[in-house]
């Protein structure tokens, strides 16, 4: 919520100082600064720049009009992976598939954990044994996957995205527990910050 706090106590502010207060650039800040628009919890002024949010709230009709989406509606289909597979053969996926994560399964399908680019780079500096390792050495693990359901709202997608800082989310369904009690999930399919960015645009051109 770095960007939230800089905004309330800098407004007004652009996009470009923001990104340099945070050691970034405009565009990789660009999905985040619409998730938050999007939320209510910054606003968007032409020509002036950002400030504390007041456009979306509860009783608004942009907001409505959001709660009434689910994920289910605008999910895409999800990437996985085996968590058997290389840390190599995930590099390559992640690039094929042009995608910033992958889900891990196991034999099952159910999902395991979840494997981003950033875990990878970190795991292969300066590892020259990193790219035959299993992706289940790299991955994080379920429980501590950040998921929604296809039931969700878009606005709980987008505020799980936002207070755990990331770009995207698997979508699951409940399945019969394991034996020892955990909770296991099929993967239905992804939702991201690009989707989001997407959701707004059409709004903002509808109203």
């Known amino acids: 919520m770095h960007i939230v706090e800089l905004v309330k106590a800098n407004a007004p502010i652009t996009g ?3 990104a340099e207060l945070l050691g970034l650039s405009r565009p990789t800040l660009r999905s985040d600064l619409a998730l938050l628009v999007m939320l209510g919890l910054i606003d968007a002024k032409p020509k002036v720049g950002y400030t504390p949010g007041v456009t979306v709230t509860p009783g608004s009709i942009a907001a409505q009009h959001l709660q009434q989406i689910k994920v289910k509606d605008v999910q895409s289909m999800p990437v996985v992976i085996r968590e058997q597979s290389s840390v190599h053969d995930a590099v390559v996926q992640l690039f094929m598939e042009d995608v910033g994560s992958l889900v891990a399964v196991d034999d099952e399908g159910c999902m395991t954990g979840v494997i981003s680019r950033k875990d990878l780079l ?5 590892n020259t044994n990193a790219a035959a390792m299993p992706v289940s050495m790299v991955m994080t693990r379920e429980p501590n996957v950040v998921h ?12 799980k995205m936002i207070n755990h800082q990331v770009d995207s989310l698997p979508v699951v369904v409940s399945k019969s527990s394991a034996a020892d009690g955990r909770k296991r999930f099929d993967v239905v399919g992804r939702i991201t910050k690009t989707i989001m960015t997407k959701i707004l645009l059409d709004l903002a051109i509808k109203g």
């Open 16 to 18: 470009e100082q923001i």
């Open 122 to 126: 970190k795991f292969t500096l300066g």
């Open 148 to 159: 929604v359901t296809p039931e969700e709202s878009v606005i709980d997608a987008a505020r």
